[in-house]
């Protein structure tokens, strides 16, 4: 079978389902020129290559990838056959996002042990208020 394979051809609402996401993610996608799907009258049909194109761009998004940095992977992929520029390319993203996200957890690590301190000398001064006796005149 053949990516123009009638048998290939799926509708928008199965390949939502398949998928997990909404027709409206699909036709999102679609509204920003990442995948094509196919008319059939006035029917949106989905080949294999656009079902996976459309898994690339959800893989990218969960990774934290932006709808440029994700289109032009995709636009690697269609360039280069043997996917050798879209990998380097994948690869420097990925130290990228790699060093960012390692920026943020340190942030993150930072502002927690901020917070605990915060709470805990907060809960110090509610323990010591009603432990306090009240002077009697």
């Known amino acids: 079978m053949t990516a123009d394979d ?22 999102f996608y679609e509204d920003r020129g990442l995948i094509e799907p196919r008319r059939v009258g006035t029917a949106r049909v989905y080949t294999r290559r656009e079902t996976g194109r459309m ?4 893989r ?13 992977f995709l636009d690697l992929y269609d360039a280069d056959p043997q996917h050798v520029e879209q990998m380097r390319a ?7 996002r790699i060093e960012e996200l390692n920026q943020q957890k ?25 432990t306090e006796t ?3 005149p």
């Open 6 to 27: 009638p048998q290939e051809l799926r509708g928008i609402q199965e390949v939502a389902a398949s998928l997990g996401v909404t027709a409206r993610t699909l036709r």
């Open 106 to 130: 340190i942030a993150i690590v930072q502002t927690l042990a901020e917070l605990e301190t915060i709470e805990r000398e907060a809960m110090e001064r509610v323990t010591a208020a009603l």
């Open 90 to 96: 994948l690869a420097e993203r990925c130290r990228e």
């Open 60 to 72: 990218g998004k969960r990774l934290g990838f932006s709808l440029r940095e994700i289109e032009e």
């Open 55 to 58: 898994q690339l761009i959800l």
């Open 134 to 136: 009240p002077a009697v």
